[in-house]
């Protein structure tokens, strides 16, 4: 059974894995392209966008795709829904890893926004030195705020328009929660913004914020099309499609 695994997250990678090596599966692993040099998955991998949701279902079709595994960023909505309506369209299964969100502890001063111009807008209203952690395709949104001063995180430099004031600090995760406190510290950090995400990789600025005390302007996650099987591990990934892939075997040798 082929398998094709929408990925660019640390699961995907593991899934690829567990899926290919431990259950014997056919797995075609997809990125973006967005990374210049992204950690690669083992196994098949095929990079770059599709063509929208015609382009999918053409490349499912002569893929001989039979199962759709979406492991990509909860941020990623646009691939998901392209992902259910091609599936859909050709009564392909398709399984989502939705990794769970963050949840506030005691001492955590979270402000939830809808969106990256909310988060913009409440960050420069709270305070005037900003740290971003939104990845590089959502800073345009920051560009237009000309007082605070913002140390933008992200892996490859961003290309949208920047804020005036600014430094762009290159890094990839994970991060520790003493190297996250330093950071805060270092730059006098007074509001952290984040993209719910979700998983360990990234939680240290969480906890780095409630050790210094500072807010969090914490970005909601997209919505996703209704209707999709939703699971929240690797594990249950893991399961669903060997479960599947053991209905499909012995259905087929029943027809033969
Ligand atoms: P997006 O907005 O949902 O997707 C935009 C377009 O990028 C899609 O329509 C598709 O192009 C292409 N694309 C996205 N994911 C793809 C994949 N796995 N394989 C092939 N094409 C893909 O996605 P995004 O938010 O830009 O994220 C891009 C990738 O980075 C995803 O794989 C995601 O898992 C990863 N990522 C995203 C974030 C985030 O915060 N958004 C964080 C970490 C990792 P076509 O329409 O041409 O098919």
Do not use: C
Request: hydrophobic share 45%.
């Amino acid at each position: 059974m082929r398998i094709l695994l929408l990925g660019g997250t640390g699961e995907a990678r593991k899934l690829a894995h567990t899926l290919a090596v431990e259950r014997g599966l056919e797995i075609v692993s997809s990125l973006a392209g967005r990374v210049s040099d992204p950690v690669r998955p083992g196994g098949t991998v095929r990079v770059g966008g599709f063509g929208g949701v015609e382009g999918l279902r053409n490349w499912l079709v002569g893929n001989g795709i039979e199962l759709i595994v979406d492991a990509t960023h909860p941020f990623a909505a646009t691939m998901t829904a392209h992902a259910a309506q091609a599936g859909a369209e050709l009564g392909l299964p398709m399984v989502r890893l939705n990794r769970p969100g963050w949840v506030p502890g005691p001492g955590d001063h979270w402000l939830r926004v809808p969106d990256l111009a909310a988060a913009a807008r409440v960050s420069a209203a709270t305070g005037d030195r900003i740290l971003l952690t939104i990845g590089r395709q959502g800073v345009g949104a920051f560009a237009g705020y000309t007082r605070p001063w913002y140390l933008i995180r992200a892996i490859d430099p961003p290309e949208a328009a920047l804020p005036p004031r600014h430094e762009i600090l290159l890094a990839r995760g994970p991060f520790t929660v003493e190297s996250e406190n330093a950071l805060l510290a270092r730059h006098r950090i007074e509001v952290l913004v984040t993209k719910d995400s979700g998983g360990a990789a990234t939680a240290a600025k969480l906890v780095a914020a409630r050790d210094t005390g500072i807010p969090v302007v914490m970005v909601d996650r997209p919505p996703v099309p209704p209707g999709l099987v939703e699971v929240t591990s690797v594990g249950a990934v893991r399961e669903w499609v060997t479960g599947y892939a053991a209905l499909h075997r012995d259905q087929n040798s029943e027809r033969g």
